[in-house]
Nanobody, 115 residues
């Protein structure tokens, strides 16, 4: 069983930035396809950004330009940097790791964008 633990959320003012981090408890993190999802209040969970084991990235159209996903295989972490925050970025951000038929989720970290 792989555990994913997110951190870095909180209350942020519009226009600010936040960096979320996800720590994975696995010895084969290098092989995992990692993603960040967001669930806004009253809405379904949606994919924000993904990064392959080789570092290739993919972003939801609305996330292009303000969101940056990165990974550090030596530290077993995947980060999501969000710049120029807007209230619509508010939600719970979840880390997901996939390897073969296995898929794991973290418990989520809350980001609230408000003045």
């Amino acid at each position: 069983q792989v555990q994913l633990v997110e951190s870095g959320g909180g209350l942020v003012q519009p226009g600010g930035s936040v960096r979320l981090s996800c720590l994975a408890s696995t010895t084969i993190f290098d092989y995992y396809y990692m993603s960040w999802y967001r669930q806004a209040p009253g809405k379904q969970r949606e994919l924000v950004a993904s990064i392959s084991s080789g570092g290739g990235t993919n972003y939801q159209d609305s996330a292009e330009g303000r969101f940056t996903i990165s990974r550090n295989n030596a530290k077993n972490t995947v980060d999501l940097q969000i710049d120029s925050l807007v209230p619509e970025d508010t939600g719970t951000y979840y880390c997901n790791g996939r390897f073969g038929s296995f898929s794991y989720w973290g418990q989520g970290t809350q980001v609230t964008v408000s003045s």
